[in-house]
């Protein structure tokens, strides 16, 4: 059997661009995503906090240092500018791996720079 897990996260980054007329789908800076493992063209999930929309897309390289996220093409109906969204990639694992790994997670400030990184998120307490 195998797991779909959580790879990787950047949470609470914030939209800079959305470019309709782009060819292309998520313009991610691309320190982000070195220091988080997603690959350019990976598939994505994106979570948009601020009005509720969830989607669908996949990476392309966006200026390293910049703190660019863009969502393009049709996504950009879905995110504007400011919103703050949640950027997560999956990978698939046996159980035997899934039992082992740990996914990076990246905590970005509203400049979508890392303030913090983690392998687990904390325990949600009742």
Known sequence: MHLTMLKAKLHNARVTHSELEYDGSCAIDA????????????QIQV???TNG??????V???????GI???????????NPGDRVII??????????AAR???????LNEQNRISRMRN???????
């Open 53 to 58: 929309e969830r989607f669908t897309t996949y």
């Open 31 to 42: 320190g982000l995503l070195r220091a988080t493992g997603i690959r350019e063209y990976e």
């Open 69 to 79: 996220i863009s969502v393009n093409g049709a996504a950009a109906h879905k995110a």
């Open 101 to 107: 790994f740990k996914p990076t997670l990246a905590y």
């Open 88 to 97: 997560c990639a999956y990978a698939s694992m046996d159980q035997n791996e």
């Open 60 to 66: 392309i390289l966006g200026e390293e240092g910049s």
């Open 47 to 49: 979570y948009n906090v």
């Open 120 to 126: 687990a998120i904390p325990l949600q307490a009742a």
